[in-house]
């Protein structure tokens, strides 16, 4: 919104009159000011734009905070590193008060995903099939593959692109509480390549594929 907005209703008996105009816009610019900060606050807390501050306040109405309870290691970004978790596209940025190779407070982007999990879990009814429709939503680009050991444990399988070393970490360190009350996530099968994962004796569909086309996945016992 801008001045101009009430300036152009001015009419011609005195829109030609500067000292009136000048008049009109001092007026009117401290309101159209207010109504510009107010406008935005939409955007501010909207879940998808708020940065900084504001996604620290949705955030707090849901329960959820950036700051970690102990840092993560083993994310940052380095050259020549043996981990290809930690290349290009993998490894994330150390920020400017972060430990040597770890973070304890999240990135925007990182602590974005965080909420939106958290707002899913407190609206979950514990079915699978919903799980399903949360974890695909939170990982768009990925097929995950829900699997009940029929022991009170489960498995959760990740195929389709493979995950940078930051949402990995929050995947299998639990920040992520999308799991029945009782029962035990026993491991996480991520790819570290693009694709779907290899799998014995199965019917091949988007997130599993049998030899010469299946992905060995990283197993990760919890």
């Known amino acids: 919104m801008s001045v101009e907005k009430y300036t152009s209703l001015?009419?011609?008996?005195?829109?030609?009159?500067?000292?009136?105009?000048?008049?009109?816009?001092?007026?009117?610019?401290?309101?159209?000011?207010?109504?510009?900060?107010?406008?935005?606050?939409?955007?501010?807390?909207?879940?998808?734009?708020?940065?900084?501050?504001?996604l620290d306040v949705i955030g707090k109405w849901v329960g959820v905070t950036r700051n970690i309870n102990a840092p993560i290691f083993a994310v940052s970004f380095?050259?020549?590193?043996?981990?290809?978790?930690?290349?290009?596209?993998?490894?994330?940025?150390?920020?400017?008060?972060?430990?040597?190779?770890?973070?304890?407070?999240?990135?925007?982007?990182?602590?974005?995903?965080?909420?939106?999990?958290?707002?899913?879990?407190?609206?979950?009814?514990?079915?699978?099939?919903?799980?399903?429709?949360?974890w695909e939503t939170l990982f768009e680009n990925n097929v995950i593959i829900i699997q009940d050991n029929q022991n009170m444990t489960m498995g959760i399988l990740f195929s389709g692109d493979s995950l940078d070393s930051l949402t990995k970490a929050l995947v299998i360190g639990g920040y992520i509480p999308l799991k029945p009350e009782g029962v035990k996530v026993a491991y996480y099968a991520i790819p570290n390549v693009e694709g779907p994962i290899f799998s014995w004796d199965t019917i091949a569909n988007d997130g599993l594929a049998g030899?010469?086309?299946?992905?060995?996945?990283?197993?990760?016992?919890?």
């Open 78 to 134: 380095e050259w020549d590193s043996l981990d290809i978790n930690l290349g290009w596209d993998k490894g994330i940025w150390r920020g400017n008060f972060s430990p040597a190779g770890g973070v304890f407070v999240l990135p925007d982007f990182y602590f974005r995903i965080l909420i939106k999990a958290r707002i899913a879990a407190n609206y979950w009814n514990g079915s699978i099939p919903k799980a399903y429709e949360i």
């Open 10 to 54: 001015i009419t011609s008996q005195h829109n030609r009159k500067p000292d009136f105009m000048e008049v009109v816009r001092i007026n009117t610019k401290f309101f159209v000011h207010i109504q510009n900060i107010l406008n935005g606050f939409i955007n501010n807390f909207d879940l998808d734009l708020a940065e900084g501050a504001q």
């Open 211 to 222: 030899w010469d086309i299946g992905n060995w996945s990283e197993i990760i016992n919890t």
